[in-house]
């Protein structure tokens, strides 16, 4: 097999590893699978140097960013524009038109406030003050409503002369609940002998034994006023509450009564519907768990009531992440508006548009940059495993055009 090698200094041994290069510049090309989103970056100048370029599309950490771009160093940084975020919420409604109607949101938007839940509570007890408190582990925000004492039990005993034969005594259990309806209570008035003024209570049995003096009870030991002191003594204090009509203290009770029953006991405790307004409520929420969540309400349903009907649980819903929209073409341009990036590196659209939109990158380098085997002959040629190189010019290293190669394979 013959060449003519007229005008070629042929080399016979390399003066450099591997086969001859023509100098190529560093390059990056994104690999988004959204259509029309990629870009090329390309160095200026020629060479390995240029593979150290970086660039990164980062997320701002935030919804509703702007879209920028920076050149520091070796690195393009383009930090992505972002859509503004949903933000999660929850509603505490409880009667048919909602009238009593609290939008609670999370003050922070996105993905993570759904994982927050609202309990209503009721706290099972009296005597409760409106709280709200946040489970920074669980994410549950709890509202414990108010309560009141619930009603209690009650039953009279003897009269007075106002024309209509009005209760004297009023006896009232003092613990609220249906459990006050087991007491009794009944007078007894001996009928002979001499004896003072007792009350006892044996079990849930009040049992009253008027004085006597000598065969007599309508004595001033059995004034309305002592007798009341001798029922709240009865079974230890704080059984009973005891009252006395207005202006009746010395009225006197001096005949038997027969074993009656108390009534009117109801639930231990009630809520405090003055306490548990939808003013006060949402004002409890922002002022003890504010920096979390807002809490609010329209002007007509201040004064409704959170109550029984809106206790349990409430989910928050409708938060959303916030994600990139920026595109090709945004970046394009916010690349090139970067002073003395000409400098440095262009950058092309990878398609025919640059309408979509692209994702978050991580620092990823250029690639492929590398210097050219430089030859001082005007024309050379060399033949390495088969193939033949040989170049038409001298060349140095950052010469891009220089070496061309061709098989001696038999065709």
Known sequence: ????????????????????????????????????SNLIFESVLVGTDYNDLTVSYVDPGEGDAELSAELVGNDLIVSLETNETPIASTTVFGNADDSNEITITV???????????????????????????????????????????????????????????????????????????????????????????????TEKALVITLAID?????????????????????????????????GENDTRITTDETEKGFTGGGENYIFDDTANTVTLVATKINNEVGDVFTASFDSGDAANIIGADEVGEYIFTGGLDYSPTSTANDILAAVEDIDGIDEVLTVELAGALGTGVVSYMEETNFGGGQYATPCNASAALIVIDDTIYFTNKPCTKYTEDAWYSCSETLL
């Open 214 to 246: 000598a065969g007599d009870t309508d004595i001033a030991g059995n004034a309305a006023s002592l007798i009341a002191t001798a029922i709240e003594a009865s079974g230890g204090s704080g059984v009973f509450n005891a009252t006395v009509a207005d």
């Open 1 to 36: 097999m013959e060449f003519n090698t007229n005008g070629l200094t042929v080399f016979h041994k390399r003066w450099f590893t591997g086969t001859p290069v023509n100098a190529k510049k560093a390059s990056l090309t994104t690999e988004f699978i959204t259509e029309n």
């Open 107 to 201: 003050d922070v938007a996105g993905l993570d406030g759904n994982d927050y839940v609202l309990e209503i509570v009721d706290p099972e007890t009296d005597g409760s003050d409106l709280d709200a408190s946040l489970n920074v582990e669980s994410g549950v925000l709890s509202v414990s409503l108010a309560t009141d004492d619930g009603d209690n039990a009650i039953a009279t005993i003897g009269t007075y002369d106002d024309g209509a034969a009005t209760p004297l005594i009023t006896i009232e259990v003092v613990e609220a609940g249906s459990a006050g309806n087991d007491y009794t209570v009944e007078v007894v008035a001996p009928t002979e002998g001499t004896s003072a003024l007792n009350a006892t209570l």
